[in-house]
């Protein structure tokens, strides 16, 4: 039982009420059933390997693991993602969290795959919004989702009714904990303070900490292209972009390199499969971070613990390249199986075009910029004369905006 609970809770930076967990593992002696949320907006990346370390360690737990795919939620938090394409997100982000796990040598069998929008538009879960919402104000919503919701000038409806959503999911998926980054720890104090009122039990809420980014300050975000690393950057971006990362000689504390070493490779390294009978189970092994250092600056180098590395580092006795360097050969090492998935399943790749289309926006404000050209303009102010004088017409003293949109009448392309 308590290997049990040390399994659950490790690596977390924060429990709580673990009281829930203690009393459905040692006294009703059955699975623990806990659910983590995803909200399918921003390309997955190499920082939710921190979550999937966890469901790894909760599988072996014996708990019960459901995983949200969140659509509605993705579309309420400032319509990060548009309706049209969130029906893709859900099926591109259910494709690579099993494509991530199988990378770790999770099995994936016992895993249960939730969309949101599957319940969360019911009777009883529509009724259960309004209840929610005639007993919390305005500020307790808006302070829920401080650290979640994507915050503007001029917040939207929708970024309140996300957080009631997300402590009313803990009811209607029927588990006994939520799983989430630190993040979320306010929308679970407000599940814990608000589910009672309207007649359901408080759960358990377990929360890791927020790996730090590649940059200096802030997590890997999926809206900061510089602070992370996409599941599917080639080996050679990747190493770039690990060369590139902030990393200070000699500091450990808000280190995003250090942190990934923590939460994620160790961890990784330590999980194990073995069969017993037909059923393929999670065993730990024995942590390893391996740096395969040149011999002129002490030779390779084997870590089995965080400690030792921060130590290490924290003397000078480790480099920054030569963390930099393990923690490359192992990423893509990870990254492999997912990206040789990618390449071989044509499937994949149009999945993936469909969820994530090139930007048309880009390509509007580049073309207006052409046309703002001086030399653009130029050119089409002499084949609008020469098109005006066919017609008849008097083209003295027109504006850019006239000549633009006469140009566009008379259909004139280069």
């Known amino acids: 039982m308590a290997d049990k609970l040390k399994l659950i809770t490790q690596n977390l930076q924060e429990v709580l009420n673990e009281q829930i967990i203690k009393h459905v593992i040692e006294v009703e002696q059955r699975p623990l059933n806990i659910y983590w949320g995803t909200a399918p907006t921003g390309r997955p990346h190499c920082g939710y390997f921190v979550a999937m370390t966890k469901i790894a360690h909760f599988l072996q737990a014996g708990c019960h693991v459901k995983i949200l795919l969140a659509d509605l939620h ?8 548009p309706l049209d394409l969130v029906a893709y997100r859900v099926k591109y982000y259910e494709r690579t969290i099993k494509a991530m796990l199988t990378s770790i040598g999770v099995p994936i069998d016992k895993l249960t795959f939730v969309i949101g929008s599957s319940y969360q538009l019911s009777e009883k879960y529509t009724m259960d919004i309004f209840r929610m919402s005639s007993i919390v104000s305005q500020n307790d919503a808006k302070r829920a989702g401080a650290d979640v919701v994507k915050q503007v000038e001029s917040p939207l409806l929708s970024g309140l009714i996300y957080p009631l959503m997300q402590a009313l999911d803990e009811q209607h998926l029927d588990v006994d904990a939520q799983f989430g980054g630190v993040d979320q720890r306010k929308i679970f ?24 980014g590649l940059t200096q300050g802030g997590k890997m975000s999926s809206s900061d292209p510089n602070s992370k690393i996409d599941l599917l950057d080639n080996a050679k971006t990747v190493s770039k972009k690990i060369a590139g990362a902030f990393c200070a000689p000699g500091v450990v504390e808000g280190n995003g390199l250090i942190a990934f070493v923590e939460y994620v490779l160790l961890p990784v390294s330590q999980l194990g499969v073995t069969n017993i009978g037909d059923e393929k189970v999670l065993i730990e092994k024995e942590a390893k971070f391996f740096i395969d250092r040149p011999e002129k600056w002490g030779g390779p180098i084997e870590y089995s613990n965080i400690e030792q590395l921060k130590e290490d580092f924290a003397s000078d006795k480790l480099s920054p390249q030569d963390l930099k360097q393990g923690i490359s050969d192992a990423l893509n090492k990870l990254l492999d199986p997912i990206r040789e998935e990618y390449n071989n399943d044509p499937s994949f790749k149009e999945l993936e075009a469909k969820a994530y289309p090139p930007p048309v926006a ?41 000549v633009t949109a006469k140009v566009e009448e008379t259909n004139i392309t280069e």
């Open 74 to 81: 993705a579309f309420l938090d400032n319509m990060k993602a």
């Open 189 to 212: 104090v407000l599940a814990e303070e608000f589910l009672p009122p309207l007649g359901y039990k408080k759960r358990a809420h377990l929360m890791n900490p927020m790996v730090p």
């Open 362 to 402: 880009a390509k509007s404000a580049k073309k207006k910029e052409k046309v703002l050209g001086s030399k653009y303009l130029e050119a089409m102010e002499a084949k609008k004369r020469q098109a005006a004088e066919q017609k008849g017409a008097d083209v003295i003293g027109d504006s850019v905006d006239d």
